[in-house]
C-alpha cells in the first residue's frame, strides 16, 4: 500500500504513458514536415499572368496613402517576373504603379491593368482618370482594364454607381479597343448578374481556400472546374477569365483547407494542367508575399505568394515538394531541451535518482520541439518588433512553467514528499486560454491556434495533477472551478464552427480539456475528502 506522500501505483504508469507520448509526438510532427512529398509536375513552369503588388519589404502597405513605389524598383520586379509570366495583373494606378504598363513592354508582357474604387470619391476620381490616360498611352500592352476589384464584396459601392464608372472607362477607351471588366469573387457575378452587360468580358475569382464552404487541396481544381462551367453555362456566349486563384503557403487552417507549403505547391500544378486542358485565361495571386495582408487577413494573408519577399521561388514546378528543409532543427531544440531539464534538476537531491532523471529529460524534450513548433510559427505570425517580443515572452513563460512542472512531476514520481502546489500560475494559463478561446469563438476567422505554446502548460498541469497526492490536496479556487466548466464549452464551439474538420480545433479542444482535466481532478480529490481534511486554498 502507497504511502500518503506517494503517487499511487496506478498513476504513475498513465504519467510515463504521457510523457512517452508528448515527447514521441513532438519529434514524428518534426520529423513528418521534413518528408519530401511526391507532388505530380507541372506541365510547364510559366505561367500566363500573376497579380503584381511590390509591397513586399518591411514597412511596405498600399494602405499608407503616401507610400510609392519608384520605376527602379518596378523595373527591376518586372524584369525578373518576365522569366516566368507573361503578363501581370495590377490593382491600382497609385504608388507609381501607373509606369508598370511602360516598363512591362520593355520586356515583352501584357498587363492586365487595374483602377481602384472605394468609399473615397476624389480618390476614385484620380484612379479613373490616371488609368484611361496610361491606358490611353499603351493600348498594345493593356490586355485588358479592371475596373474596380471586389467592390460589391467590400458593400463598398453599389451596382448602379459601379456600372457608371466602368461605362466612362469603357467609353473613353472605345477607339482604343481595349477591353474592360470588373473583378469580383464568382458569387458576386451570380448576385448581380446584371453587372455582365456592363464588361466585355467576365473576371471572376475562385479561392478555394476562402469558400464560405472550404474545399480541400485534393478537391480543390474539381471546385475550380465546376464553377467555371457554371458561369461559362450562366453566362452563355460571354467570355469568362478567371481574374484570381490561388493558395496560401503559411496560416490557419479552413475546415479540412490546409494552408502549406506543399499544398500551394500541389494546387498550382494541378490548376496549371487543368488551365491547359481548357484553354482558359486566368490569373494566379499572386508574384510576391504581402506581409501587409497579415494586418487584414491574419498570417494567411501574407502567404499566397509563388515567390518570398526577397523575390525567391518558395518551391518548384517539378519534384517533390518539402514543408520545412531544416526540420532537423526541431529535434536539436527537443536535445536541446532535454539538457535544460535535466540541469535545473542537479542540484535537487530528491531528483538525484535514475527515474526523475529520465522524467526530466522527457519533459524536456517535449517542451521544447512544442516550444520551437511556437518559435516557426512566430517567424511566420510576427509582424513587428513588438509582437516578437510579446510571443518571445509568452515562450519563455511557457518554458518556465514546464520546468518547474516537470521537475514537480519528476518528484513525486521519485516519491519524495513535496510543499503545496502553487495554483496562481495554473490561473494564470487558464485565464490567458479562456481569453483567446472566446477570441477564437469571436473572432477567429483570422486567427492562429498557438497550440505549441499551450500545449507544455496544459499537458504539465494535467500530470501534476494526477501525481498529487491526499497530503497535497487544495481545493481550487472558485474561478478555477468555473473556468474548467468554460474552457471544454468553449472549445467545443470551435471545433463546431469547423464542422469537426479541422484538425487543429481538435487539439486545441485536447489543451483546453487538458488543463480543464487538471482542475476537475484535483476538485474531485477535494471533495472525497471530509471538509475539515482538505486544505481550502486562497481563503
Keep these: 500500500m502507497s504511502s500518503p506522500s506517494s503517487p499511487s501505483s496506478r498513476v504513475a504508469p498513465i504519467a510515463w504513458l504521457i510523457l512517452v507520448l508528448a515527447m514521441l509526438c513532438g519529434a514524428l510532427w518534426w520529423w513528418r514536415i521534413g518528408r519530401p512529398v511526391p507532388l505530380p509536375d507541372a506541365p510547364t513552369a510559366r505561367i500566363a499572368c500573376v497579380s503584381y503588388a511590390p509591397f513586399r519589404k518591411p514597412g511596405e502597405t498600399p494602405l499608407d496613402p503616401h507610400a510609392f513605389v519608384s520605376p527602379e524598383r518596378i ?10 509570366f507573361d503578363c501581370v495583373r495590377t490593382y491600382s494606378q497609385g504608388f507609381g504603379l501607373n509606369a508598370v504598363p511602360a516598363i512591362a513592354q520593355k520586356y515583352g508582357m501584357k498587363v492586365l491593368m487595374g483602377i481602384w474604387l472605394g468609399r473615397d470619391k476624389a480618390l476614385n476620381e484620380r484612379e479613373v482618370t490616371t488609368g484611361i490616360a496610361t491606358a490611353k498611352a499603351y493600348p498594345e500592352v493593356i490586355r485588358g482594364v479592371i475596373v474596380g476589384n471586389e467592390v460589391l464584396l467590400r458593400g463598398e459601392q453599389s451596382p448602379e454607381a459601379l456600372t457608371g464608372y466602368i461605362k466612362r472607362v469603357r467609353d ?16 458576386f457575378w451570380l448576385r448581380y448578374p446584371q453587372m455582365a452587360d456592363s464588361v466585355d468580358y467576365i473576371t471572376i475569382h475562385i479561392l478555394p481556400y476562402w469558400e464560405d464552404e472550404p474545399v480541400p487541396p485534393q478537391d480543390a481544381i474539381r471546385h475550380v472546374a465546376d464553377v467555371y462551367a457554371r458561369m461559362k453555362a450562366r453566362f452563355a456566349g460571354r467570355a469568362v477569365m478567371i481574374g484570381e486563384t ?3 503557403s503559411e496560416g490557419r487552417q479552413r475546415r479540412q483547407a490546409s494552408a502549406s507549403l506543399v499544398n500551394e505547391a500541389r494546387y498550382l500544378r494541378d490548376f496549371l494542367r487543368y488551365a491547359g486542358s481548357v484553354d482558359m485565361p486566368y490569373n494566379v495571386i499572386e508574384a510576391f508575399d504581402q506581409p501587409w495582408k497579415r494586418d487584414q487577413e491574419g498570417t494567411v ?5 509563388i515567390f518570398d519577399v526577397n523575390a525567391k521561388p518558395k518551391f518548384g514546378m517539378q519534384g517533390p515538394v518539402t514543408e520545412e528543409p531544416n526540420w532537423i532543427v526541431g529535434w536539436y531544440a527537443g536535445a536541446a531541451g532535454a539538457v535544460l531539464f535535466l540541469l535545473t534538476g542537479f542540484w535537487r537531491r530528491d531528483l538525484g535518482n535514475t527515474r526523475s532523471r529520465i522524467a526530466l529529460a522527457m519533459a524536456g524534450f517535449a517542451t521544447a520541439t512544442s516550444i520551437a513548433w511556437q518559435g516557426r510559427r512566430m517567424l511566420f505570425d510576427c509582424r513587428n518588433q ?15 512553467s514546464a520546468i518547474y512542472l516537470a521537475r514537480r512531476i519528476a518528484a513525486r514520481l521519485a516519491g519524495a514528499s513535496l510543499h503545496l502546489p502553487d495554483r496562481r500560475l495554473r490561473f ?8 483567446y478561446d472566446l477570441l477564437l469563438v469571436f473572432d477567429g476567422r483570422y486567427r492562429d491556434f498557438p497550440l505549441g505554446l499551450f500545449w507544455p502548460a496544459a499537458v504539465g498541469f494535467l500530470i501534476a495533477a494526477l501525481m498529487e497526492t491526499r497530503v497535497n490536496c487544495v481545493v481550487p479556487m472558485v474561478e478555477e472551478r468555473f473556468m474548467s466548466c468554460v474552457l471544454p464549452l468553449l472549445a467545443a464551439v470551435v471545433v463546431a464552427q469547423e464542422v469537426g474538420l479541422n484538425p487543429s480545433t481538435w ?9 480543464a482535466g487538471a482542475v476537475m ?19
Excluded: I
Design 172 to 187: 473613353a477607351l472605345h477607339d482604343d479597343l481595349v477591353p474592360v471588366t470588373y473583378a469580383d469573387v464568382w458569387e
Design 507 to 515: 487539439l486545441w479542444l485536447g489543451v483546453n480539456l487538458a488543463t
Design 75 to 84: 523595373d527591376a520586379d518586372l524584369k525578373a517576373l518576365s522569366e516566368r
Design 301 to 305: 494573408g501574407g502567404y499566397w505568394g
Design 521 to 539: 481532478v484535483d476538485w474531485r480529490r477535494a471533495a472525497r475528502l471530509q471538509p475539515h481534511q482538505a486544505q481550502a486554498a486562497y481563503q
Design 246 to 248: 490561388g493558395w496560401p
Design 386 to 400: 513588438l509582437e516578437w517580443v510579446f510571443s518571445g515572452l509568452l515562450c519563455a513563460l511557457a518554458l518556465l
Design 428 to 435: 494564470l494559463w487558464m485565464f490567458g486560454l479562456a481569453f
